[in-house]
């Protein structure tokens, strides 16, 4: 889904997380390629055009002056700006006060209303809910035993009459009945035609006025493209709607209808559908919408996370030292201190796009930071100054000191030099991170987050969260910072 647009938005931020210092140019050049990559994708050539006049705008305001990674600062514009797009908030499905919930789906002809309302009903069910699904397509008859053989796999009740011609009654009909049997919610699935005319119009116009529904949702195929967007406006027109459900978001729509459909009719996408099979639906929350399209995991929420939690005077100082190769152990442990300010790793692990499958819950052990600052507590200033002095024997003393073993000392040690590695290498400007680290292409641009959050470890040998091996209780630090 969205995987070429995905694929080259990610290029084009990955490129401005890295930036130190952001230009006018910069920002030029940067929404000349997302308006590239939005027209491929297939989206409305108007909605484009005011999409990246509105984020030019806003980047232009931007404080990026101000923040300690500019580059990352755009990119959150970028994201909030596509957000907005698709639509804040999620968007719920209503439920009528009286406890009884009428759903009615339109849209052309093969664009997936009646797998639809199976895997709608069959997540009504899962909440919870007795939903009911009708068919009132009266010009197809093997329509609605389509959705009676669907219905029955799902275990939902279903009501069809292929021998009455008239829609509007077998709708009422449905209600009727699904009063009758108790249930809170009827999907009624409607027939479709290959392109929208007044007759299917004027069928559906009645069946609202006759049965009022609470929810006129319009399914739409998401691989025809551009087209959507004047089949929804015709839809909006003639009977109007309370949202959308895109269907074959799997297939190689490019999706940019999904991303116009919104802006143009102001109207919310409730559902994405991706695939054949009945689970294959998933309700429509923007802001992973954007996520995913910005691969970009939950890094955002870990940069709010940062911007409240760590104190920026502090990560500014620090990467005023990194950025001169002062980065020394005493940079470590404010690091370390910032981090337990942020709250427990599983949680920022979690968050890091690229890491979380890839680190082993079991191997993040919170207490290691603990270990972590005893053990450069038990070191002098001048060794905390100068790491390079650690021979054996202060290694060994510092081990005693802090109640761990020598080789935790060591891998702290070893993380404290990959970190000091890649500060090098950062402040030289030009980062590689390690294999498999791909996905967090903006450590580059975390700039500060990458050292005011000692993510920089995250390099080091098992990303350095491992379990001490020392048995003995660390003891309290001493204040001999
Ligand atoms: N890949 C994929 N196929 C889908 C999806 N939704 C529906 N389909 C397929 O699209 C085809 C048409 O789906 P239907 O549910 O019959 O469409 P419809 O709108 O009811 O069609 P008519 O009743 O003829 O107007 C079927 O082969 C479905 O399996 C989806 O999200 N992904
Ligand atoms: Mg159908």
Not at 63 to 78: E, L, M, N, R, Y
Not at 92 to 98: H, I, Q
Not at 155 to 179: L, N, S, T
């Amino acid at each position: 889904m969205f995987e070429s647009l995905s694929t080259k938005l990610q290029n084009i931020t990955s490129k401005m997380r890295g930036k130190a210092r952001v230009t006018d140019d910069d920002i030029k050049e940067m929404m000349r390629e997302i308006r590239m990559a939005l027209l491929e994708a297939d989206v409305n050539y108007s909605v484009v055009k005011e999409f990246v006049a509105d984020m030019t705008e806003k980047c232009k305001g931007a404080d990026v002056q101000g923040s300690f990674t500019p580059g990352q600062q755009i990119v959150k514009i970028v994201r909030e700006s596509l957000v907005e797009l698709l639509g804040t908030g999620e968007a719920k499905l209503v439920t009528d006060p009286s406890g009884f919930t009428v759903i009615i789906l339109y849209g052309l002809q093969g664009a997936g209303k009646t797998t639809t309302a199976v895997k709608l009903a069959k997540l009504l069910k899962k909440d919870g809910k007795k939903p009911m699904v009708a068919s009132v397509d009266v010009h197809r008859p093997a329509a609605a035993r389509q959705l009676e053989v669907l219905a029955k796999g799902v275990g939902v009740d279903c009501y069809i009459d292929p021998e009455c011609p008239d829609a509007v009654k077998i709708a009422r009909d449905a209600v009727d009945r699904a009063k009758y049997l108790l249930c809170n919610y009827l999907i009624i699935d409607t027939a479709g035609r290959t392109v929208v005319d007044d007759e299917m119009m004027e069928e559906l116009k009645q069946i609202n006025n006759s049965v009022k529904p609470s929810e006129k949702l319009l399914v739409v195929d998401a691989m025809i493209g551009q087209e959507a967007v004047n089949v929804a406006q015709s839809f909006e027109d003639a009977i109007g709607m309370d949202g959308f459900i895109m269907t074959k978001l799997d297939g190689d729509a490019r999706g940019g209808a999904a991303l116009s459909i919104r802006k143009l009719t102001g109207k919310p996408i409730k559902y994405i559908c991706v695939g054949e099979k009945v689970d294959a639906i998933e309700t429509f929350y923007p802001q992973r919408m954007a996520d995913r399209i910005l691969g970009m995991g939950d890094v955002i929420s870990l940069i709010e996370r940062a911007s409240v939690n760590v104190d920026e005077e502090e990560a500014r100082k620090q990467l005023g030292r990194m950025m001169n190769n002062e980065y020394d152990l005493n940079d470590l442990y404010s690091q370390f201190e910032q981090m337990k300010k942020m709250g427990s790793l599983k949680d920022l692990v979690g968050m890091i796009p690229g890491a979380a499958g890839k680190v082993n819950e079991d191997d993040i052990d919170d207490a290691i930071i603990d270990h972590n600052m005893a053990i450069i507590s038990s070191m002098t200033k001048k060794e905390r100054k100068n790491p390079k002095i650690l021979d054996a024997s202060r290694r060994k003393r510092i081990a005693a000191g802090a109640g761990v073993s020598v080789s935790d000392v060591n891998k702290l040690m070893q993380q404290y030099e990959t970190s000091a590695k890649l500060m090098k290498q950062m402040s030289k400007g030009g980062l590689k991170l390690p294999k498999g680290m791909g996905g967090m292409g903006g450590l580059k641009g975390l700039g500060g987050m990458g050292g005011g959050m000692g993510l920089g470890g995250l390099g080091g040998g098992g990303l350095g969260f491992g379990k001490p091996q020392g048995k003995k209780k660390p003891k309290k630090k001493k204040g001999r910072r």
